[in-house]
Every structure is written in structure tokens, then in C-alpha cells.
């Protein structure tokens, strides 16, 4: 097996376990389509167009909710603010990297990427490049194949499951890749625990709320670390 084939394997695998707690994520996504009574091959294109599980969720609900376009493009962006940290910290990885690269691989940078990638920013640049897309896109492609699965499953799970638990646990989860960097694991603690607590808030307004204030916990941490 040559090595360029073994990173690549080595990316799908990592990525694999990461996906799974974001699965009924994405039937959360697929039900907030359903329930904002826009059109399902509208509401499934915000997947590839915006792919970030959380500031997706904001957005659909809050348009679904009435809010005005521009004020929920807004949130969504906050919901995102994370990924400022994210890219400041593979800037110097990055740097290394192609031009093509550098415009690509940001598209792909989720919460479960940067748990892998961390890690792994003193391997060779072209290692890190594979392993990088591998396991970036192998997020992407199961993340529209379950936001279109959320289209039709959403609707008929039981209450009872309360799917929307899905997301603090997926952040949660990301915290044992995340040990030794504090910031991060904070940020994450945070705003589990404050979406889980806010998560009776109209129009799923607790996802903006914990992501808020989980990104002002790990910034604080951030600076007290320094």
C-alpha cells in the first residue's frame, strides 16, 4: 500500500467516529426544514453552502421563525465566530501549503477537523494536505447524505428522543480529542452546557446563546493562557 493511499484511509477512518454523534445533527437539520415550511431542496442546499451544522440549524429556524433575513444571516455568523480561532491556529500550517489550498481547505473546517488536524500540523506538508481533505470532505459527503435523510426521518422520530440534545453531546464528544488544549475545551464545556440549559428558548435561540458564550469562554481562557 503506498503511503499517499494509507493517509488517505487513515483520514476516512479518523473521521468516521467523529461523524457519528453529529448523525442526529443532521435529522435535526433535516426537521427544522420540515418545520420552517420552506421548500426541502432549498432547506437541504444550505448544507453545502454553509456547512456548519449549528449556524445552518440558526439559520433555518430563524427564517423559519419570521426573523429578517439579514438578522439571521447575522446570527449564523456569530454561531460561526469559532472557526476565527480555528484558522488562527492553522494559519502558520497553512502558510505551507499551496495557494489552491489555502482557498479550498477552509471550506471543509469544521469543530471535527480541527479536533484531528491539530495535532497534526508538524507533519510533512503534502501528509497533512491529504490527510486534511480526506477527512474534511469525508465529513462533507456524510453530512449532506444525512441533512437529506433529516428531510424524511426528522419528521417521524419520537419526541421522546429530543434529537436537539445531539448537539451539545457532539461537542462534548470533540473535548477527548481536545485535552491539552485548553481554550478549546473550555469553549466546548461552555457552550454544551449552556446550549443544554437554553435549550427551551423559542426558535432553537439556545444554540446562539451557548455558542456565544462558549466562544467568549474559550477566548478569556485563551488570553489568561497566554
Do not use: C
Request: net charge positive.
Amino acid at each position: 500500500m503506498s503511503e499517499a493511499v494509507s493517509i488517505r484511509r487513515r483520514g476516512f477512518i479518523d473521521a468516521l467516529p467523529l461523524f457519528v454523534p453529529a448523525f442526529p445533527f443532521g435529522l435535526v437539520i433535516g426537521l427544522a426544514v420540515v418545520e420552517s415550511g420552506m421548500n426541502k431542496l432549498v432547506g437541504w442546499s444550505s448544507a453545502p453552502l454553509i456547512f456548519g451544522g449549528a449556524a445552518q440549524l440558526t439559520l433555518i429556524s430563524l427564517l423559519g421563525s419570521g426573523a429578517a433575513v439579514a438578522a439571521a444571516i447575522t446570527a449564523a455568523l456569530v454561531v460561526n465566530a469559532r472557526h476565527v480561532m480555528y484558522s488562527a491556529a492553522l494559519a502558520p500550517t497553512f502558510q505551507r501549503q499551496p495557494r489552491w489550498f489555502r482557498w479550498l481547505g477552509p471550506y471543509v473546517l469544521i469543530d471535527q477537523l480541527f479536533a484531528l488536524v491539530s495535532v497534526r500540523v508538524d507533519d510533512d506538508p503534502d501528509v497533512f494536505r491529504t490527510y486534511y481533505l480526506t477527512a474534511g470532505f469525508t465529513f462533507w459527503a456524510l453530512w449532506l447524505i444525512t441533512v437529506a435523510t433529516g428531510l424524511f426521518v426528522g419528521p417521524i422520530v419520537p419526541v421522546e428522543w429530543n434529537l436537539g440534545f445531539a448537539v451539545p453531546i457532539m461537542f462534548i464528544g470533540l473535548i477527548v480529542i481536545g485535552i491539552g488544549r485548553w481554550p478549546q475545551t473550555i469553549a466546548a464545556i461552555v457552550g454544551a452546557g449552556i446550549t443544554y440549559v437554553a435549550a427551551g428558548l423559542p426558535s432553537r435561540t439556545g444554540l446562539l446563546v451557548g455558542a456565544l458564550v462558549g466562544v467568549m469562554a474559550g477566548t478569556i481562557a485563551e488570553r489568561f493562557k497566554k
